[in-house]
T-cell receptor, first 116, second 116 residues
Framework: DVKVTQSSRYLVKRTGEKVFLECVQD?????MFWYRQDPGLGLRLIYF???????EKGDIPEGYSVSREKKERFSLILESASTNQTSMYLC???????????????FGAGTRLSVL | AQKVTQAQTEISVVEKEDVTLDCVYE???????LFWYKQPPSGELVFLIR??????QNEISGRYSWNFQKSTSSFNFTITASQVVDSAVYFC?????????????FGKGITLSVRP
């Protein structure tokens, strides 16, 4: 089974803190994604990466950055956390476009972040 | 631009009722994938099905069935004889391009509550 692990289920941080959300996948997937999920808004893509050290902005990248130094790990960074970044954050990975499982994303359990 | 509309926001049924979750999509691509995911209270999105735009055959998997109609740009999901364990948020999603880096556009989700 594909396993996507997010380091924390719940986090509480203060406004202005630098926050790191970590995600690790064990299936050697090329692509990795960060979403945030808010009531009534569904899932919105923050950033994604299709290779080590490669990243692309999603629909709502403002206030976030990412790091992918190793294939299995994709980190989301909140440079200076603000209260409007209180949300559920979901990480996902998917294999390359070749093969039967292409385009299927596999998700972690999510990190519920509260910024006070 | 890609768009997925799930007009229903919340549905409540009594156990053993059948329920259909609607999904309408917009895309200019001729080749694309459609998906359904389930998000139980635990938070992790679980992949249910992927449908290729060239394959309009309906699919059945146990109590689940999917009806794909390109003519109406719809990909509806029916649960037959619903059970309490079906209570979850269900997301429909559309891939940007089949064969690309598997970026997905999600609908806002439908919260299904199945009462005993």
């Amino acid at each position: 089974d594909v396993k996507v692990t997010q380091s924390s289920r719940y986090l509480v941080k203060r406004t202005g803190e630098k926050v790191f959300l970590e995600c690790v996948q064990d299936m050697d997937h090329e692509n990795m994604f960060w979403y945030r999920q808010d009531p009534g808004l569904g899932l919105r893509l923050i950033y994604f990466s299709y290779d080590v050290k490669m990243k692309e902005k999603g629909d709502i990248p403002e206030g976030y950055s990412v790091s992918r130094e190793k294939k299995e790990r994709f980190s989301l960074i909140l440079e200076s956390a603000s209260t409007n970044q209180t949300s559920m954050y979901l990480c996902a990975s998917s294999p390359s476009p070749k093969g039967l499982a292409k385009n299927i994303q596999y998700f972690g359990a999510g990190t519920r972040l509260s910024v006070l | 631009a890609q768009k997925v509309t799930q007009a229903q926001t919340e549905i409540s049924v009594v156990e053993k009722e059948d329920v259909t979750l609607d999904c309408v999509y917009e895309t200019r691509d001729t080749t694309y994938y459609l998906f359904w995911y389930k998000q139980p209270p635990s938070g992790e999105l679980v992949f249910l099905i992927r449908r290729n735009s060239f394959d309009e055959q309906n699919e059945i998997s146990g109590r689940y069935s999917w009806n794909f109609q390109k003519s109406t740009s719809s990909f509806n999901f029916t649960i037959t004889a619903s059970q309490v364990v079906d209570s979850a948020v269900y997301f429909c999603a559309l891939s940007e391009k089949a064969g690309a880096n598997s970026k997905l556009t999600f609908g806002k989700g439908i919260t299904l509550s199945v009462r005993p």
